[in-house]
């Protein structure tokens, strides 16, 4: 921006174009909170069906071989969705957080209408660049999640061939 005074389309504008980041991260966010809903909803299912298998063993019910792989795939399973749930809750937070900053950042672009100085003219490209950054962890971490999932399902295949 310049130092001649700019109209209010022109503020308005400036002020929106951080709700493309938004928008845009807000999709990537539905996605990753639906995996993770799924994710937390499978560890359920696969503990109660561990602790149905804990208490075959603890009766001393003789449990077949079948019955114990299955109990060890189940364990496995658990251990790496639980890293799953992990990279999906630091991808959300990621999110979460350059939206956030995407906000402040379009919040300090109508505060440049009023004040202007060299440090406050630069904050919101920083709060946006920040923004940005976080995206990209959060992609980063929504990738190690799906090739975790794929690892998980190949646990399971094999489980249960």
Known sequence: MNDMLISGIEAIQAMMAPAL???ATALLLLNMHNRFSATINRIRLLTGERRKYLVRMSENIDAGAYEQFRYSSISSQIRMMTL??????????YMMCSILLFVIS???IGINIFFTSFL??????LFFSIGMIMVLMGVIYSAKD??????VTEVEVKGDT
């Open 21 to 23: 980041g938004i928008s």
């Open 84 to 93: 799953r749930c992990k990279e999906l809750r630091n991808a959300i937070l």
């Open 106 to 108: 379009s919040l300090l």
């Open 120 to 125: 406050l003219r630069m904050t919101p490209l």
């Open 146 to 151: 799906v090739i975790n999932s794929y690892r």
